[in-house]
């Protein structure tokens, strides 16, 4: 069953759909966790609008996950979405505030220092949500036939809060390195203050999250300390080393571009440990992607419109980040 | 405190409350996107800057309803799988494809979109900023064709089969199930509903201008487009909300029997009942108002056609018949409403008095908001009117609920209200704002001084300069 199948496709299109999520509002999010950082007036206005016409579709890839989820795997969004209840619901609310503060910052500039606090509590607490959810997951939930059996409060451990706290400092470093790439002056100077502790503090977090990940449950020790996964398991603190040291070097260099690249291949890196240990479930340790799976002629069906559909739509967005490329000021793209 | 409340119940409000107030935003932008397509394309057609005021004016407007469709939107596709896992699972086989399609056809094409529809004009030039306009406004109508497709589907479900793990599986033919029976009436009347909601409201923004400055051409410009709106679609939309009864009389006609009232079966010919109060204890209506045999000829064509009411239907397969019934005819009372305010714009059109018509546009005023009480309406009817069931007369909607608990619930529809109800009012607050200002000769882009990065213009200076008004 491990072949190249439809629904290890699917599995692959959702993985997709949720890596790109996590970098695109990444740094939508990020910004808004160091908005206070910015002074009050041209500085905040230029980090807002670097973001703007693009936040939109970048949270889109968030409803393709949670959706393409119901599609592709109906058991997993079923158990899922229960046994998280809180911290999703929570994510859901800061959204909001975060989504309609772009408008209304502009709108009522009476107010604008309460939509700004808005715009930073909605990003913290969605990203904090995000990143408890992921420990959550890991960690592992109750599961009783096609259910979630697990209490309201499951969810809440020293390990999701310490993948929460991580995550807002994962995103706020790719804010930040966006800001560098993005922007000139002040915010640019503030960016790179703020770029070199986020670094120690999230290569920190992630040697405590890899460092307590194994011993959450036997399959994650198996998986990373036991052929063929001890040879990522010896690969990757490596790789991030050189990244994380890299991505030092190049804040404050040459090249403003630079330490977004690296901050996204931190994230890839990242990405590629939990995938080891993730892999082949979809609820860890306890559903399979094949036992969550759609019906092949649901999977079928909705390949189709995917194979045809995301091309297009790498393509569009693509386009719409290369018509709004290169510096921003607080006023206008020049 | 919650424990003495029904989680069902309370999965139920959460589920009423957050689809209502999301789809106040999408029955307006559905229409104002369209709105906005038409500005623009006239704009590009004639040169007459007029059409690029109006465009900016509504494009200020048409931000910020988007923004917060946008994140009450995101709410409801986590409402399925909060709430309503068991639902989720039984037929994500089924629905989750279609709302797969609507993520990959609409939400990205207007979101990739919206950003260089709203800042990019002076990036891109003008006929490409067309082409985005055009992009967003199709992606709305994109969403509307997939989401309606799996209400329908949940209304009138074909084309499955049952699995041994009790799922709802695709049979062979997906297009059984997209078109499902009841879908292309349903299309077609929320699409015009979302029309003549933005119709009404732009009208009424034209007519409150005109009450105070008969000679602004802007907004005369905007009631006359609003009131040809009104009166060529209102009664197209009588007809199709006509036919949608009928189809909905084929395939649920409990839903019917309620919206009528019918307690009673009638086999020559079922009385109109124009008001009165429902008594589902007595199982009649008290205080009816009624013209007979009516009923029989709207339904069947035929006065004294025969026509069941709910005696038939066993008690446990009832909707609640008092909110049907009377959303139904708040609904059919503001079509009506629409109507006359359509014909009577052209009575004076033909005389000439369109914008000196005082009382005219104190009626389009007070009908502004008059769209969104209807769509609400129209929608209560259909899905309360659908109950007790999910999936129509498939799965139950008590069977369809996430094990839930009522504290969970209950704390999450509390935190629901409270944040949509001050985010939302704030929102709804900065738009009435916009309305209140008079569409300017040549109207900003930016009402404040350190505007968005839009504040450039969305439009090049000279086009609008050379253009005429």
């Known amino acids: 069953m491990m072949g190249l199948d439809l629904t290890v496709i699917w599995a692959g299109i959702i993985a997709f759909a949720v890596a790109a999520y996590v970098v695109m509002d990444g740094f939508d999010l990020g910004i808004g966790i160091l908005f206070p950082g910015f002074k009050v007036g041209s500085e905040r206005d230029m980090a807002m609008n670097s973001i703007a016409p693009v936040w939109d579709g970048n949270e889109t890839w968030l409803v393709l996950g949670g959706g393409g989820l119901l599609a592709a795997f109906p058991l997993a969004y079923a158990i899922i979405l229960p046994a998280l209840y809180a911290p999703l619901i929570a994510m859901l609310l800061g959204l909001v505030f975060r989504g309609v503060a772009f408008e209304f910052r502009w709108r ?100 405590a999250v890899s460092a307590y990940t194994p011993f959450l449950e036997g399959k994650y020790y198996q998986r990373w300390l036991s052929y063929p996964g001890v040879m990522a398991a010896a690969q990757m603190p490596i790789l991030v080393a050189i990244v994380g040291y890299l991505l030092w070097r190049s804040i404050g260099g040459r090249r403003d571009g630079l330490p977004f690249m690296l901050t996204l291949m931190l994230f890839g890196l990242s990405m590629m440990g939990l995938a080891i240990s993730i892999w082949p479930d979809v609820i860890p340790g306890r559903v399979t992607i094949w036992a969550a799976a759609a019906p092949v002629r649901s999977q079928i069906f909705m390949l189709v419109g995917a194979g045809v559909m995301v091309p297009i739509i790498l393509a569009y967005t693509a386009w719409a980040y290369w018509v709004f490329r290169g510096k921003v000021d607080e006023s206008g793209y020049h | 405190m919650w424990d003495a409340l029904d989680p069902v119940i309370l999965a139920r409000a959460q589920f009423a409350f957050t689809i209502s107030f999301h789809f106040i935003f999408p029955s307006f932008s559905i229409g104002l996107a369209s709105y906005l397509m038409v500005l623009e394309g006239l704009w590009l057609k004639t040169g007459n800057g007029i059409y690029a005021n109006l465009y900016r004016y509504w494009l200020k407007i048409f931000a910020i309803t988007f923004a917060m469709g946008v ?160 009166a060529l679609v209102a009664p197209v939309q009588i007809f199709a909300g006509d036919l949608h009864g009928i189809n909905t009389l084929e395939h649920q006609p409990a839903k019917v029997m309620a919206m009528e009232g019918h307690f009673d079966s009638h086999p020559t010919g079922a009385p ?83 914008y000196d018509w005082p009382l005219l546009h104190r009626l389009a005023v007070v009908l502004g908001p008059s769209g969104f009480v209807a769509v609400i309406a129209g929608w209560v009817t259909t899905e309360v009117g659908r109950q007790p069931y999910t999936i129509y007369g498939l799965l139950r909607t008590s069977d369809s609920v996430s094990p839930l608990a009522a504290p969970a619930v209950g704390v999450s529809l509390l935190a629901f209200v409270i944040v949509y109800f001050s985010v939302f009012a704030a929102g709804g607050w900065y738009i009435l704002k916009l309305m209140a200002k008079p569409p300017q000769p040549h109207e900003s882009a930016e009402p404040v001084e350190h505007g968005p990065i839009r504040s450039a213009g969305i439009t090049p200076a000279p086009a609008i300069e050379g253009g005429r008004s």
């Open chain 1, 108 to 207: 009522d500039p009476a107010h604008r220092g309460f939509w700004d606090a808005a715009f930073c509590a909605g990003s913290l607490i969605a990203t904090f949500a995000q990143g408890v959810t992921l420990g959550a997951l890991l960690q592992g939930i109750t599961v009783v036939g096609r259910a979630y059996a697990g209490g309201w409060w499951d969810w809440l451990t020293p390990f999701s809060l310490l993948t929460g706290i991580s995550l807002v400092i994962g995103y706020a470093l790719l804010g930040a390195s966006w800001l560098i790439w993005k922007t000139n002056g002040p915010v640019q100077g503030d960016a790179h203050r703020f770029a070199r502790p986020l670094l120690i503090a999230l290569l920190i977090a992630i040697a």
């Open chain 2, 71 to 230: 994140v009450s939107g995101i709410v409801m596709s986590y409402q399925f799988g909060t709430n309503w896992s068991v639902f989720s699972d039984r037929a994500g086989p089924v629905i989750g494809p279609l709302m797969a399609y609507e993520v990959l056809t609409a939400f990205f094409l207007e979101a990739g979109f919206l950003g260089v529809m709203l800042f990019g004009i002076n990036k891109v030039g003008k006929a490409l900023h067309f082409a985005a306009t055009c992009a967003v406004a199709a992606g709305t109508f994109i969403s509307a064709f997939w989401i309606l497709s799996v209400n329908s589907w949940m209304q009138t479900p074909v084309g499955y089969e049952i699995g041994a793990n009790g799922q709802f599986l695709p049979g062979p033919s997906w297009a059984v199930i997209i078109f499902n029976p009841s879908f292309p009436y349903r299309l077609v009347h929320t699409v015009i509903a979302a029309y003549l909601t933005t119709a009404m409201v732009v009208g009424a923004v034209g007519a409150w201008h005109l009450l105070k400055d008969r000679a602004n051409p802007g907004a005369r410009r905007m009631f006359s487009m609003a009131m040809w709106m009104a």
């Open chain 2, 272 to 354: 109109l009942i124009l008001f009165g109060i429902p008594n589902s204890q007595e199982k009649r209506v008290d205080y009816a108002v009624e013209i007979p045999k009516l009923s029989s000829l709207i339904l069947k064509h035929d006065l004294n056609a025969p026509l069941a009411g709910l005696d038939t239907i066993a008690q446990n397969e009832q909707p609640p018949v008092g909110i049907v019934f009377w959303s139904f005819r708040i609904m059919v009372a503001i079509g009506l409403a629409m109507l006359s305010l359509g014909l009577l714009s052209l009575v004076a059109r033909a005389r000439g008095k369109l």
